[in-house]
């Protein structure tokens, strides 16, 4: 993905999730270069649901 702030490119992994340091929680991607917090890219959203949901909604 790439960042919002700095247009570094990283990959999902390689952002710092669960900072810590946002309020209610961490749900986006810290860029590895500048800490700006990238909103999690749809597909990844995804993806994270169909792990904790086995339920397909249309
Ligand atoms: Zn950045
Ligand atoms: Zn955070």
Redesign the pocket.
């Known amino acids: 993905m790439k ?1 919002g ?2 247009e ?1 490119e990283f990959a999902e992994e390689e952002g710092k999730k669960g900072c810590g340091g946002c309020p209610g929680g961490c749900h986006s991607i810290h ?1 590895p ?2 800490n ?1 917090k990238n909103p999690i890219e749809p597909q990844f959203f995804k993806t994270i649901r169909s792990i904790f949901s086995h339920n397909t909604d249309k």
């Open positions: 960042c702030f700095c570094h860029c270069r500048c700006y």
